[in-house]
């Protein structure tokens, strides 16, 4: 059975840091790897996809790796800013379905 | 913009009553997803459908919950006899292929 563990759980950094948050998956049969933002109370964002091909995929700020062999997914935010607080999950695919990490919480303050 | 859809965004409702959501797709996408989020817990899976045809159910999927998608179009999901328990996020997504889901805002239940 897929488990998926997000480590930290919660993180509290001042603006401009470089920050790395850590995703590993039990399962290494994995098809793609997504990384979602979730702000409080709201649905869920797409951040970035990889496909299970691929090693990383970048967007802005933005840059995830995959590693399949180790289990192990790293989304690295460069220069963090106040409005990038929100909770940050993990989810790979498993077959049909996501399967979800329970989150990080990050909260950037200026 | 087409994406995802969901109404009601937040519903409140006492417990003992059924309640009601739909989400509709994005207009070329076969596959709909249902999740259900509590708080401060990642997304678990409920049940997808491809098409018309309800392919996998959760066991989170109580019989108090049924799912359908008619026409394989938009999708329902009914709770019946709501519990204080059932409170949480309820997430509909839809995809093309299977590894790659477009999720919608959700709807809030909140069951008082």
């Known amino acids: 059975k897929q488990e998926v563990t997000q480590i930290p759980a919660a993180l509290s950094v001042p603006e401009g840091e470089n920050l790395v948050l850590n995703c590993s998956f039990t399962?290494?049969?994995?098809?793609?790897l997504q990384w979602f933002r979730q702000d409080p109370g709201k649905g869920l964002t797409s951040l970035l996809l990889?496909?299970?091909?691929?090693r990383e995929q970048t967007s802005g700020r933005l840059n995830a790796s995959l590693d399949k062999s180790s289990g192990r997914s790293t989304l690295y935010i460069a220069a963090s800013q106040p409005g990038d607080s929100a909770t940050y999950l993990c989810?790979?695919?498993?077959?049909?379905?996501?399967?979800f990490g329970t989150g990080t919480r990050l909260q950037v303050f200026p | 913009d087409t994406g995802v859809s969901q109404n009601p965004r937040h519903k409140i409702t006492k417990r003992g009553q059924n309640v009601t959501f739909r989400c509709d797709p994005i207009?070329?996408?076969?596959?709909l997803y249902w999740y259900r989020q509590t708080l401060g817990q990642g997304p678990e899976f409920l049940t997808y459908?491809?098409?018309?045809?309800?392919?996998?159910k959760s066991r989170l999927l109580s019989d108090r919950f049924s799912a359908e998608r008619p026409k394989g179009s938009f999708s329902t999901l009914e709770i019946q006899r709501t519990e204080q328990g059932d409170s949480a996020m309820y997430l509909c997504?839809?995809?093309?292929?299977?590894?790659?889901?477009?999720f919608g805002p959700g709807t809030r239940l909140t069951v008082t």
């Open positions: 997504a839809s995809s093309a292929n299977p590894y790659e889901q477009y």
């Open positions: 399962d290494s049969a994995i098809y793609n």
């Open positions: 990889i496909q299970s091909s691929q």
């Open positions: 989810a790979a695919y498993n077959t049909d379905k996501l399967i």
């Open positions: 207009s070329e996408h076969n596959r």
């Open positions: 459908f491809q098409n018309e045809a309800q392919l996998e």
